[in-house]
């Protein structure tokens, strides 16, 4: 234990004595920590920022959209291939608990003079159960004046405080396009989300979008909000039967349209992130390789400047043992240390970003994981072993008399 001590005791002497040269030593080791902290820290609000966007609509969901899936990448993105009648066919289905058609377009909103151009949206009724937003203030509309194309709209939050402020706008008329519709409720804030806000689009009944403003027969979508998760992968071939007979689609392969679940599709993002993080983590562990480096180069230089002091610990009786033991020492410090500064600077970048984030509302978690601690200081403190070694080993093998001659 007392050698121990003498050990550390010299090995921190050697280090503050050139403090200067320690610190530019330590200074890939800390880059090289801060990053693999950032990095999986980033991560883990980049995966919560995308599986909260998709999941904002409720796990239980199934959507069909219009267009096939080659290869995983849909095609004819702009064909829809999906009917009401085929929306009417899917509500019949086993453990659905509810259904939405929905499709949509970009318009002119205007009030007043006051004029915003934006997403309208073309749902059902159903809208506020199957995507989990509820309304503000209002009402939204019913089925009978989907049925019968009534030019009534929801706002959503956003789009509402624009064009109103703080009026009601309740009963007010508005302009979509060229359409006059009547304001009957507002939704409530949802929030920024990567795949656009719902705050920011105005819904009306999908058969008045259809009819009046697009003029077409088919939808884009079709959304289904399932009893529970479990029942989503018999769900989804029962769809997929049903949409091929009604679409008289003899091969799998001639599907017009694509199924997706927001389970599947939470599950393929967490995987995507948690690769790509990985990836990322990996180059910046590459940063700790070349700090591995300066450190062994300086240790070295270390040796070759304290030779004189090697050779008198040496003559005054020291160990080959104790002297590798003080350089590796030296070594392991100056990582640790490193990873330690890394670290919390990391984690300083880390909610310096998580911050940004929140401050554009976006729902992004600061997080940060032991692991990613553990694994940044323990990847200094086994770059300081591995690269002190040699050095260390120089040092230890040097003999006593030639290194007391060493000018």
Do not use: C
Not at 24 to 41: F, P, Y
């Amino acid at each position: 234990m007392k050698g121990l001590k003498l050990t550390l005791k010299l090995a921190l002497r050697g280090l503050f004595t050139n403090l200067g040269r320690s610190v530019l030593t330590m200074l890939g080791i800390i880059i090289g920590v801060a990053s693999v902290i950032t990095i999986m820290a980033v991560g883990d609000g980049a995966q919560s920022l995308l599986t909260g966007a998709i999941a904002s609509s409720g796990t239980k969901n199934v959507t069909v959209i219009s267009g096939s899936e080659d290869n995983g990448v849909r095609q004819g993105i702009f064909v829809k291939t999906l009917t009401l009648d085929d929306a009417e066919s899917l509500a019949s289905m086993p453990y659905v608990n509810a259904l939405d058609a929905q499709t949509d377009g970009t318009f002119s909103v205007v009030y007043q003079g006051e004029s915003v151009s934006t997403s309208v949206k073309g749902v059902t009724p159903n809208y506020p159960t199957v995507e989990n937003h509820a309304v503000l203030l209002g009402r939204f509309f019913t089925e009978a004046e989907n049925r019968s194309k009534k030019k009534v709209a929801t706002l959503g939050y956003n789009l509402a405080q624009d064009l109103f402020g703080n009026q009601n706008p309740i009963g007010k008329k508005i302009k979509v396009g060229a359409t006059s519709f009547t304001v009957v409720g507002i939704m409530e804030e949802k929030g920024a989300s990567l795949f656009g806000s719902s705050d920011d689009a105005i819904f009306v009944p999908v058969e008045t979008m259809m009819t009046l403003l697009l003029n077409e027969s088919k939808v884009m979508s079709i959304v289904l909000q399932l009893e529970d998760e479990i029942y989503i992968d018999r769900t989804t071939e029962t769809i997929k039967a049903k949409l091929r007979y009604k679409h008289d689609i003899d091969d799998p392969e001639d599907d017009d349209f694509t199924v997706v679940s927001v389970a599947q599709t939470l599950e393929m993002v967490e995987t995507i992130t948690g690769a790509v993080s990985a990836f990322l983590v990996v180059i910046a562990g590459f940063s700790l390789i070349v700090g591995g480096i300066g450190i062994m180069n300086i240790m070295l230089m270390n040796v070759t400047q304290r030779t004189r002091e090697i050779g008198l610990r040496k003559a005054l009786g020291a160990t080959p043992e104790m002297i590798r033991q003080q350089f590796l020492v030296e070594s392991l410090v100056l990582t640790i240390t490193g990873g330690i500064i890394g670290t919390l600077i990391g984690i300083l970048l880390a909610w310096i970003i998580a911050l940004g984030a929140q401050y554009a509302e976006y729902d992004w978690v600061f997080h940060i994981r032991p692991e990613a601690i553990l694994l940044g200081v323990g990847l200094a403190g086994i770059t300081g072993y591995v690269f002190g070694s040699g050095p260390a080993k120089k040092a230890a093998k040097l003999n006593a008399i030639e290194a007391l001659r060493y000018e």
